[in-house]
Every structure is written in C-alpha cells, then in structure tokens.
C-alpha cells in the first residue's frame, strides 16, 4: 500500500476521485455514476458486522427521502462482492427492508485508500490478513463532482441517517438560495441571509427579514 504522502488529501471542494469498481448492482465508472445528481458515498469497515447491518438497513428504508430530492446513495464495504451479496439477506432478515442502491466492493482497499477512510490511530482495527479495515466516512458530492461534507465516525459508533439527510438539505438550500442555515436548522425553520447579500439586495430577495445583528439577519422562507 502506498505511503500516506504520497495520497493527495481530499478537502471540501476536492474533485472527488474518479475510480471504477464492482458493484453489488454491476460495474461503475464513479464520475459517470454521479452524472448530473447529488451522491452520498459512505464506507463501511466489513461484512457480516453488527453496527453495519443496522446502518445499511437504515439508509434502505430512508432511500425513497433521498430519491425525491434526486439524490443518490452508493455504500462501500472493505469485502468481496460474493461477501457483500450473501450480507444483503441478513441486512433484509434485520430491517424487513431490501438495499437497491450500489455497494461497493472494496476488498483490496483502494477506494477506502484513495477516499482516505483507512483508521490510522487503531492498530488493532485490521482484517485476518492484516489490511486496515474502514472507519465509518461519509462523503456528499455534488452534480459538480465536488466534495461539499467529510465526516468520520470510529468503527464503534453508528451514524445518523436524519443528520446526513439535513445536511443535504442545507447544502441543496443554500445552493438555491443566498442563504446558510443555523444551528439545529430543520427544513422549515428560520435561515441567515449570506453576508454576501447587501441589505438593499436582502430586501429585493426576502420579504421579511429580522436583523438580529448586523452580520446575523433572519429570514423565513415560508
């Protein structure tokens, strides 16, 4: 496996490397599978574990949420495609729901080396060969090909299928409009006028505006 330097580190607003790789849906180009839509790809540390059948589950039953705003989902775990198909029967048994969307197989690592999803702090988070397995990486990428969130969660823990979803709403949002989204935001509340927006521009743009501070406005968009 190549040294850690020698991998261009990915950062928001990366072009998200291109690669090609079987799927448990067929073979993809990635670039030309994210055409012209959004994609959330997220990693997985192997088959046939715990926190991975319930979270595989999890993004099968909130797809269709994903599907309306013309998103698509693609999984990667660090097995073989024969793996990963006998581990859609479990996942279907635990969740009751089936995984449409592509999953990845990554046995040899080179996607989870070239996303930078390897867990370099736990040694002991390795397979029975000794290749470090994947840490829990969620990446949303643009109709662009741009990367516009990085998140990593350790092997141990779960992620939230909700918080991936309000995010993308915000990114989509704040794509739309020239606006950013608050803490705690949900769709419908309340959002911030982007201080790029002068206050001659705001009040063309939005009809109620609430200047909490000069640099802080709020407007619904209701």
């Avoid at 995010?167 to 794509?175: A, G, N, Q």
Wanted: proline share 6%; with cysteine; hydrophobic share 40%.
């Amino acid at each position: 496996m190549p040294e850690a330097n020698e991998r261009k580190p990915l950062r928001l607003g990366s072009l998200a490397p291109n690669f090609n790789a079987q799927t448990t849906t067929g073979n993809i180009n990635f670039h030309e599978f994210i055409g012209d839509k959004w994609v959330i790809l997220f990693s997985h540390p192997d088959d046939f574990t715990p926190v991975c059948t319930t979270e595989l589950g999890a993004f099968a039953k909130i797809e269709p949420e994903f599907t309306k705003r013309g998103v698509k989902l693609i999984g990667l775990s660090a097995n073989t495609l024969e793996s990963h198909m006998e581990w859609l029967k479990d996942i279907y048994d635990v969740s009751g729901s089936h995984v449409a969307f592509p999953i990845i197989a990554d046995y040899d690592r080179k996607i989870a080396y070239l996303y930078d999803m390897l867990d370099y702090q736990d040694t002991t988070n390795i397979d029975q060969k000794g290749l470090p397995l994947t840490i829990r990486s969620v990446f949303i990428i643009d109709p662009t090909k741009h990367i516009r969130l990085i998140q990593s969660y350790p092997a141990s823990t779960g992620r939230n299928t909700a918080e991936i979803l309000r995010v993308l709403d915000s990114l989509i949002l704040s794509d739309k409009a020239k606006v950013v989204t608050p803490i705690n935001w949900v769709p419908g509340d309340d959002v911030i006028i982007h201080n790029s927006v002068s206050d001659e521009e705001a009040k063309t743009l939005f009809p109620k505006i609430v200047a909490i501070k000069p640099y802080l406005r709020v407007t619904s968009l209701k």
